[in-house]
């Protein structure tokens, strides 16, 4: 373990030394800028900002603001009390006839035989569960290792 990690050591400081650091210049590229403006930033780098907390005064202009009031004529509900005749209920004798109702004897229903044979087709058989005694035999499981 200790031979690998110095081999990766050797190769980390032959590799980094192997590394030239040469700057070469872009051939024939042309910077024309692009359709769209930077607004106001040049790169993708914040700009730094001053934390000593300067107090910088900024005065708003005062705008004189006038309210015009208009009169809306707005129509107003009044409640006031009317007076409403209604008809005061009271009994009326009207002649209404009351029917009696005739009761009628029906035979109670009695059992007929009948010596004819009906075929009764089934399509779907239903099945009846019942409780059948059978023996089930159990095996021993022996347990066994598993290096031999």
Do not use: C, N
């Not at 980390?12 to 192997?18: G, W, Y």
């Not at 030239?20 to 106001?40: A, N, Y």
């Not at 005064?57 to 009390?81: C, D, F, Q, R, S």
């Amino acid at each position: 373990m200790k031979a690998f990690i110095v081999f990766s050591m050797a190769l980390a400081i032959t590799a980094s030394a192997a590394v030239e650091d040469s700057k070469k210049e872009k051939r024939g590229l042309w910077d024309l800028g692009s359709d769209h403006g930077s607004f106001g930033q040049e790169s993708f780098k914040f700009p730094e900002y001053d934390f000593e907390h300067h107090h910088i005064e900024h005065k708003e202009p005062e705008v004189k603001y006038v309210t015009i009031e208009k009169k809306v004529p707005v129509y107003v509900e009044k409640k006031v009390p009317v007076h409403v005749d209604r008809p005061v209920p009271y009994p009326v004798e009207v002649k209404v006839p009351v029917i009696q109702k005739e009761y009628v004897e029906v035979p109670k229903p009695y059992a007929v035989h009948v010596e004819k044979e009906v075929p009764v087709v089934i399509h779907k058989p239903v099945y009846i569960e019942k409780a059948v005694p059978v023996t089930i035999k159990i095996k021993e499981h022996k347990k066994h290792s598993f290096w031999g």
